[in-house]
């Protein structure tokens, strides 16, 4: 299979972007363009009209989406082919989320019959959990859940729980409380902890293997806490597992009938809508609002996989991202929520993202010529623009996604004691106006017509062309989230199909976690044999020096 970049298709892009294109000042002029640049669906409103980007962009790029065969690969995903050729394996998060009467196989078998089975249990147990029919080992309903995982065992669920934290979600979880421990830093243990007892306490351990390093070591630190407080016997009352290693999870003590499956085709950053989120969220918010969250993540598959391309919000959102990477040399992409609920969501796109398509050869193999992947970051709303946003305006240019809501989950309205609009209205202000002031920008004439003094107009221009997609949903609800996943899980495949790369394996965090194990090693041995340190560079091994050294002088004050 060739390079994307030795294509047609490929290269009429490139000369393209050579060309001058219009300052989006003139662009937005063009009411048809604007028009012919939105995208809707269920609730949910894209505008890329403030893209650097033509008509003539957008049909070449369709052309490359076309030549790369990037919906007919999803298709091919959804069907189980092994589409992550380098650990051998399907892609199936589609099928978390299936309808019952769905089909999606692997290796010739169903596995809809199995997820459902799976969501069932976690149905019935959560429900058993939260009517406190299941009792802690001193008679006492569970109220607390910490969910002990890291990477895709934790960003997923944590951003979920989260975005539902006000609005009607927010009722079910009333009286209870979801904490999340990733971490290894004990002062992750402490905050995770903080005010809790552990007799209305379960712990949710989520590890695949139940090997996962960090996981297993807080999961260690929990289950002591537990036996410190309550007995040896209070673990099984007390903890659960989501993984697919009964053995183990038995011989860490706690009953492989309180184990919650997922299996080898759920990559880690896609298992949200598996047992690895639905179990917390649904103990903590109730198992009617993971399924409409799992609702909204099936409607967007099913858009992804029917809607033609000019109306095909992920192929859309993913052709732009190329456009501005590939083509226009923006390797930052930040995403700007304009709902305080949302703040977790840029951290879990970013592992989404990054992890995905993070790579440096393609499928065969072949080291790329050109870069893939994008840094993604994010803040929420008016929190960003008081940070970053100097640089997006004045520094270097950002593609931003800004993703608002008509409707606020908290309303509050003091128009009648002197506020001139409601608070939502404050907020959604400002995302109208960031989108415009980055196309549009300041000049100099226009500066010095508001009689701006001449040493400061280079100061306060703003040169614009900054491109941003605006996303406007209808309100922050279970549905709206799962549908706002969906587009960005399906944004990801989609360029990495455009680039030819496995956006689903992710050998890259393995060579610092070999490595840990051989500090990890040495620390031992030098802490409780007092060996030297050796076998390292001659700065890391004065650190680790330092490091030893310090906390004995720290030991003896």
């Not at 380098?86 to 169903?110: N, Q």
């Not at 809809?112 to 008679?139: C, D, M, N, Q, Y």
């Not at 959604?428 to 508001?450: C, I, R, T, V």
């Not at 941003?468 to 549905?479: A, F, I």
Request: proline share 4%; charged share 20%; with cysteine.
């Amino acid at each position: 299979m060739s390079l994307a970049c030795t294509t047609k298709e490929w290269k009429a892009l490139e000369a393209h972007a050579n060309e001058k294109i219009p300052h989006l000042k003139q662009l937005m002029e063009d009411q048809k363009r604007v028009e012919a640049m939105t995208a809707t669906f269920e609730g949910l409103f894209l505008d890329y009209s403030r893209q650097c980007a033509t008509s003539k962009t957008m049909e070449l790029l369709f052309d490359l989406a076309l030549k790369a065969g990037v919906l007919e690969k999803f298709k091919e995903m959804a069907s189980g082919k092994k589409i992550n050729t380098t650990e051998g394996r399907a892609v199936m998060h589609m099928a978390l989320r299936a309808d019952p009467t769905d089909k999606f196989e692997v290796d010739g078998k169903d596995v809809v019959k199995p997820v459902h089975e799976v969501l069932s249990k976690i149905k019935a147990f959560s429900e058993k959990v939260r009517s406190g029919a299941w009792k802690g080992s001193t008679g006492k309903p569970i109220t607390n859940i910490v969910a002990v995982g890291i990477g895709g065992s934790y960003l997923g669920a944590e951003f979920v729980a989260e975005a539902l934290s006000t609005g009607p979600a927010a009722k079910g979880a009333e009286g209870r409380t979801l904490r999340f421990l990733a971490n290894v830093d004990p002062v992750a243990v402490e905050r995770a902890l903080r005010g809790l007892k552990a007799e209305s306490t379960m712990v949710v351990v989520i590890s695949k293997t139940f090997t996962t390093a960090e996981t297993m070591l807080n999961a260690r630190t929990l289950r002591k806490w537990i036996v410190d407080s309550l007995g040896e016997k209070a673990v099984p009352l007390h903890m659960i597992a989501c993984s697919a290693s009964p053995e183990k999870v038995k011989a860490f003590g706690i009953n492989p009938n309180n184990m919650f499956t997922f299996w080898s085709w759920v990559g880690g950053r896609y298992s949200v809508s598996s047992a690895v989120g639905m179990m917390p969220l649904a103990l903590h918010y109730g198992f009617d609002t993971c399924r409409e969250f799992l609702k909204g993540l099936r409607s967007v598959d099913r858009h992804l996989l029917s809607a033609p391309p000019r109306n095909n919000l992920p192929l859309i959102m993913g052709l732009l991202g190329v456009w501005n990477s590939s083509f226009l040399g923006h390797k930052t992409r930040a995403i700007a929520c304009y709902a305080q609920a949302m703040l977790k969501f840029a951290p879990h796109i970013q592992q989404v993202d990054m992890e995905s398509n993070g790579k440096r050869v393609s499928l065969e193999g072949i080291t790329l010529p050109y870069s893939t992947g994008e840094v993604n970051f994010g803040e929420p709303g008016t929190n960003g623009q008081h940070s970053f946003y100097q640089l997006f305006h004045q520094g270097q240019v950002v593609p931003v996604d800004f993703i608002g809501f008509i409707k606020s989950n908290y309303a509050i309205d003091n128009t009648k004691t002197g506020e001139t609009v409601s608070n939502h209205d404050e907020l959604m202000s400002n995302f109208f106006a960031q989108p415009d002031a980055l196309a549009y920008g300041k000049g100099p004439e226009e500066l010095k017509k508001e009689g701006v003094a001449e040493l400061l107009i280079p100061h306060k221009t703003f040169p614009g062309n900054r491109p941003s997609n605006m996303l406007l949903v209808d309100s922050l609800t279970p549905y709206s989230v799962g549908q706002m996943l969906g587009l960005y899980e399906h944004r990801t495949g989609v360029q990495g199909f455009i680039w030819g790369i496995n956006s689903f394996d992710q050998f890259g965090v393995e060579l610092g976690k070999v490595l840990g194990k051989k500090v990890r090693k040495q620390l031992q041995e030098s802490r409780q044999e007092g060996a030297k340190v050796a076998g390292f560079n001659a700065s890391t091994t004065k650190m680790l020096q330092m490091f030893l050294a310090g906390e004995k002088k720290e030991s003896k004050l």
